[in-house]
């Protein structure tokens, strides 16, 4: 049924266009011209023929003249295209004709045809080719018909024949026109016949070069097709033909790309060496030229240029350079726009924030809008508030966008005073959230940051809901919303997260236990964030020492010192906080009692984890605060000074020591315990192996004030000097050994 039906339109189209072939409409007549059209269409021939015209100008004339669509103008379009003392005005209506010729009515085909024809026999190439484009717009069969018989014609010239062919090829997917085509090649004229095989290669795919036996061959099972068939067949043709196309644009585009960037390289190098030619007072000057001049890569080396000045030189924009950096917010490329943006967010400068939200109201580019709101946050300026409102309450505005507003938005309220922020902004805030889609958690999290900023206890509700879910988003925000308005009633699920999974949920629930937390179970909590077996990010072990001391912060020395003991599984963390108090206590003068307990706690805490140096200064405090107040402590704790010094790489104090532990009377025990305390350090291995140190400990002994300890005590050291040097001797023997095999 398909078939028929274009059938018989094509045959209906053949009869309409035979009657009209027959019986002309004389459009001529058809209606009177009024002066003014008249006066039109002279101006337009005049435009048209004058020698001096441009050629955009004499252009301009013909669409112009066609633009009037009446029967005096396609008549004037006629006397036109016979003015073969004009050339130019020729080949201007020409292409115009091919221009319009899908627009035209039918019957002005036919009055457009015999004068386009004759141009055919033009002893102008180009004119002849023009001809040939303005007749192959004309898909009759009566153009057609004409161009066929030119081409067959032995009367025509050479070249008017060619012409013809040309203004067929422009149509060779109509099976009428290669069935004309293929006619041609009888001819015998092998100009002609080379012509029409150049024509039918390309729109039949095949290479059969001159066989014509096998074009025939070709033709016959085209002609055979259905008329489905065979437009299926041009259709897969153009395809491939698109296909190929597109594949060589591509390869085009890659290597005009490459060649650009080779030349980007090259001016960017070039640019470089004269900025570097230049002295410091001339810098200025030249980076203000080039960021004005209208290539864009010349712009985009010479912010490259600021952005290092900026890096290396802590040299910031001003005068000259910033003016011309503002003025290319406005630039055409919004890939300058966005290159400025990553220069003036840095810069604290009241034209920059003024600068910055003018373009911004102005700009139509989702990537520049995007960067331009990120440069707000970054500028932290209160002057864009309003316009971050009006991004966040725009319901047709990108989410993207939205969700950068509400950041920088955060930013701002951080710097200013909470009680300032408008109650509009909140409601904005509120209500923004309130109708973002559940699942658009990057969103939610940037307006629960927004709303941190504010700091208003309306939010409270907003907070304790979003504290409650899974997503670790919008957990490090509700934390931070709870730690900024003070809300404390969480801390139970606050110290479950201090465990989460995701190390910045943790930092923000470590954090905000620190600042609200008032139980043991908060402290014991982030102290077991402080342990790097527990925790194995550095940050939220740096946050939860910072946390545990602010939580002891305002508690009682004596707290303090046995809220230490928390940390008794990292000795080193123990440590330091209590030498901590130990300054802090210091300062006070008047806490003797808990002086002693501190630094009794971090002698013990260093001689367990063998830091005998410093445990050896803890016991020496220790020892003083004791002093005369309890005489039997005092020997204990100076005995174990004693013990923890020898452990020591010092030994210059030894005698010292020894001299004050008597403090002036000594029962036999206590003589017996030292000598036994010595005589065990002198005897261990440890000792053995550091034989130098050990000499001068003993000879330090020797000249120590050890009457007190009678002949036990010679005999002691006597007994050492002799283990000392037989294990001095026996390394000196292996050390020969080894060298003397």
Same mark, same amino acid.
């Given at each position: 049924?398909?078939? =028929?039906?274009?059938?018989?339109?094509?045959?209906?189209?053949?009869?309409?266009?035979?009657?009209?072939?027959?019986?002309?409409?004389?459009?001529?007549?058809?209606?009177?011209?009024?002066?003014?059209?008249?006066?039109?269409?002279?101006?337009?021939?005049?435009?048209?023929?004058?020698?001096?015209?441009?050629?955009?100008?004499?252009?301009?004339?013909?669409?112009?003249?066609?633009?009037?669509?009446?029967?005096?103008?396609?008549?004037?379009?006629?006397?036109?295209?016979?003015?073969?003392?004009?050339?130019?005005?020729?080949?201007?209506?020409?292409?115009?004709?091919?221009?319009?010729?899908?627009?035209?009515?039918?019957?002005?085909?036919?009055?457009?045809?015999?004068?386009?024809?004759?141009?055919?026999?033009?002893?102008?190439?180009?004119?002849?080719?023009?001809?040939?484009?303005?007749?192959?717009?004309?898909?009759?069969?009566?153009?057609?018909?004409?161009?066929?018989?030119?081409?067959?014609?032995?009367?025509?010239?050479?070249?008017?024949?060619?012409?013809?062919?040309?203004?067929?090829?422009?149509?060779?997917?109509?099976?009428?026109?290669?069935?004309?085509?293929?006619?041609?090649?009888?001819?015998?004229?092998?100009?002609?016949?080379?012509?029409?095989?150049?024509?039918?290669?390309?729109?039949?795919?095949?290479?059969?070069?001159?066989?014509?036996?096998?074009?025939?061959?070709?033709?016959?099972?085209?002609?055979?097709?259905?008329?489905?068939?065979?437009?299926?067949?041009?259709?897969?043709?153009?395809?491939?033909?698109?296909?190929?196309?597109?594949?060589?644009?591509?390869?085009?585009?890659?290597?005009?790309?490459?060649?650009?960037?080779?030349?980007?390289?090259?001016?960017?190098?070039?640019?470089?060496?004269?900025?570097?030619?230049?002295?410091?007072?001339?810098?200025?000057?030249?980076?203000?030229?080039?960021?004005?001049?209208?290539?864009?890569?010349?712009?985009?080396?010479?912010?490259?240029?600021?952005?290092?000045?900026?890096?290396?030189?802590?040299? =910031?924009?001003?005068?000259?350079?910033?003016?011309?950096?503002?003025?290319?917010?406005?630039?055409?490329?919004?890939?300058?726009?966005?290159?400025?943006?990553?220069?003036?967010?840095?810069?604290?400068?009241?034209?920059?924030?003024?600068?910055?939200?003018?373009?911004?109201?102005?700009?139509?580019?989702?990537?520049?809008?995007?960067?331009?709101?990120?440069?707000?946050?970054?500028?932290?300026?209160?002057?864009?508030?309003?316009?971050?409102?009006?991004?966040?309450?725009?319901?047709?505005?990108?989410?993207?966008?939205?969700?950068?507003?509400?950041?920088?938005?955060?930013?701002?309220?951080?710097?200013?005073?909470?009680?300032?922020?408008?109650?509009?902004?909140?409601?904005?805030?509120?209500?923004?959230?309130?109708?973002?889609?559940?699942?658009?958690?990057?969103?939610?999290?940037?307006?629960?940051?927004?709303?941190?900023?504010?700091?208003?206890?309306?939010?409270?509700?907003?907070?304790?809901?979003?504290?409650?879910?899974?997503?670790?988003?919008?957990?490090?925000?509700?934390?931070?919303?709870?730690?900024?308005?003070?809300?404390?009633?969480?801390?139970?699920?606050?110290?479950?997260?201090?465990?989460?999974?995701?190390?910045?949920?943790?930092?923000?629930?470590?954090?905000?236990?620190?600042?609200?937390?008032?139980?043991?179970?908060?402290?014991?909590?982030?102290?077991?964030?402080?342990?790097?077996?527990?925790?194995?990010?550095?940050?939220?072990?740096?946050?939860?020492?910072?946390?545990?001391?602010?939580?002891?912060?305002?508690?009682?020395?004596?707290?303090?010192?046995?809220?230490?003991?928390?940390?008794?599984?990292?000795?080193?963390?123990?440590?330091?906080?209590?030498?901590?108090?130990?300054?802090?206590?210091?300062?006070?003068?008047?806490?003797?009692?808990?002086?002693?307990?501190?630094?009794?706690?971090?002698?013990?805490?260093?001689?367990?984890?063998?830091?005998?140096?410093?445990?050896?200064?803890?016991?020496?405090?220790?020892?003083?605060?004791?002093?005369?107040?309890?005489?039997? =402590?005092?020997?204990?704790?100076?005995?174990?000074?004693?013990?923890?010094?020898?452990?020591?790489?010092?030994?210059?104090?030894?005698?010292?020591?020894?001299?004050?532990?008597?403090?002036?009377?000594?029962?036999?025990?206590?003589?017996?315990?030292?000598?036994?305390?010595?005589?065990?350090?002198?005897?261990?291995?440890?000792?053995?192996?550091?034989?130098?140190?050990?000499?001068?400990?003993?000879?330090?002994?020797?000249?120590?004030?050890?009457?007190?300890?009678?002949?036990?005590?010679?005999?002691?050291?006597?007994?050492?000097?002799?283990?000392?040097?037989?294990?001095?001797?026996?390394?000196?023997?292996?050390?020969?050994?080894?060298?003397?095999?």
């Amino acid at each position: 049924m398909r078939l =028929k039906s274009f059938i018989s339109l094509s045959i209906l189209g053949l009869l309409a266009a035979t009657s009209l072939a027959t019986e002309p409409t004389n459009v001529t007549t058809a209606e009177p011209m009024t002066p003014a059209h008249r006066l039109q269409l002279d101006n337009c021939k005049a435009g048209i023929l004058d020698s001096q015209a441009r050629s955009e100008d004499r252009r301009r004339w013909i669409a112009t003249l066609f633009a009037f669509e009446t029967p005096h103008a396609y008549s004037l379009v006629v006397e036109l295209l016979t003015h073969s003392d004009n050339p130019d005005a020729q080949q201007a209506v020409c292409d115009a004709v091919a221009n319009h010729a899908r627009s035209l009515p039918e019957v002005w085909h036919q009055r457009l045809l015999p004068p386009l024809l004759a141009i055919l026999g033009s002893e102008s190439a180009t004119l002849r080719s023009a001809a040939a484009r303005a007749l192959a717009s004309f898909r009759s069969d009566i153009v057609l018909q004409a161009l066929g018989d030119i081409a067959a014609s032995q009367d025509a010239g050479l070249a008017k024949r060619l012409a013809a062919i040309d203004a067929l090829v422009f149509q060779v997917d109509r099976r009428s026109v290669i069935r004309v085509l293929m006619k041609l090649l009888d001819t015998g004229h092998d100009q002609i016949t080379a012509r029409v095989l150049a024509a039918l290669e390309p729109a039949s795919r095949e290479t059969f070069g001159h066989d014509l036996a096998r074009w025939q061959t070709w033709w016959e099972q085209k002609s055979r097709l259905t008329e489905e068939a065979w437009l299926e067949g041009q259709l897969q043709l153009y395809r491939d033909r698109l296909r190929n196309q597109q594949q060589t644009a591509l390869s085009e585009t890659a290597r005009a790309q490459q060649r650009l960037k080779a030349l980007d390289v090259e001016l960017r190098e070039f640019q470089n060496e004269v900025f570097r030619s230049l002295t410091p007072e001339q810098h200025d000057r030249r980076l203000a030229d080039w960021l004005s001049r209208p290539v864009d890569e010349v712009k985009l080396t010479a912010l490259t240029i600021i952005q290092t000045l900026i890096a290396d030189e802590g040299r =910031k924009p001003e005068g000259p350079v910033l003016q011309a950096l503002l003025a290319l917010l406005e630039s055409q490329s919004s890939d300058i726009r966005s290159e400025t943006l990553l220069i003036v967010q840095n810069l604290n400068d009241p034209e920059v924030i003024a600068a910055v939200l003018s373009q911004f109201r102005k700009e139509n580019n989702l990537a520049v809008r995007h960067a331009i709101l990120k440069a707000l946050g970054n500028l932290n300026d209160p002057l864009a508030i309003p316009d971050l409102i009006a991004e966040i309450q725009d319901q047709n505005a990108d989410l993207n966008c939205v969700r950068e507003a509400a950041i920088a938005l955060g930013k701002v309220f951080g710097k200013i005073d909470a009680t300032t922020v408008a109650d509009s902004a909140i409601e904005a805030l509120r209500l923004r959230y309130r109708d973002v889609a559940p699942d658009n958690t990057a969103l939610r999290a940037a307006i629960l940051a927004a709303m941190t900023g504010a700091k208003n206890q309306t939010f409270s509700s907003v907070f304790l809901e979003a504290v409650e879910t899974s997503d670790a988003q919008i957990l490090r925000e509700a934390i931070r919303g709870l730690q900024a308005i003070g809300d404390s009633s969480k801390l139970a699920r606050l110290r479950t997260l201090t465990a989460d999974e995701d190390v910045l949920v943790r930092l923000a629930a470590v954090d905000a236990v620190g600042t609200l937390g008032k139980e043991n179970a908060d402290l014991e909590r982030v102290a077991s964030r402080m342990d790097p077996a527990t925790e194995p990010n550095e940050l939220v072990r740096n946050s939860a020492t910072t946390a545990f001391r602010n939580l002891l912060a305002g508690k009682t020395f004596d707290a303090r010192i046995k809220a230490a003991m928390l940390l008794q599984d990292t000795p080193d963390l123990e440590v330091s906080y209590l030498e901590e108090l130990a300054e802090a206590l210091s300062k006070t003068n008047n806490d003797k009692s808990s002086a002693e307990k501190l630094h009794n706690r971090a002698g013990a805490v260093l001689r367990s984890a063998g830091k005998f140096n410093q445990a050896s200064n803890h016991l020496r405090i220790l020892f003083e605060l004791v002093g005369n107040r309890d005489k039997n =402590k005092a020997f204990d704790v100076g005995l174990t000074w004693l013990d923890t010094s020898l452990r020591s790489d010092q030994h210059n104090d030894l005698g010292k020591i020894l001299g004050q532990l008597p403090n002036g009377e000594w029962t036999e025990e206590q003589m017996a315990r030292t000598i036994e305390t010595i005589d065990q350090w002198l005897q261990s291995p440890d000792t053995l192996s550091r034989a130098d140190h050990a000499a001068k400990v003993i000879a330090e002994f020797q000249e120590a004030p050890s009457k007190q300890f009678g002949d036990d005590w010679q005999e002691m050291l006597a007994r050492a000097a002799e283990r000392l040097s037989t294990a001095q001797g026996q390394t000196d023997e292996n050390s020969a050994t080894t060298q003397n095999p």
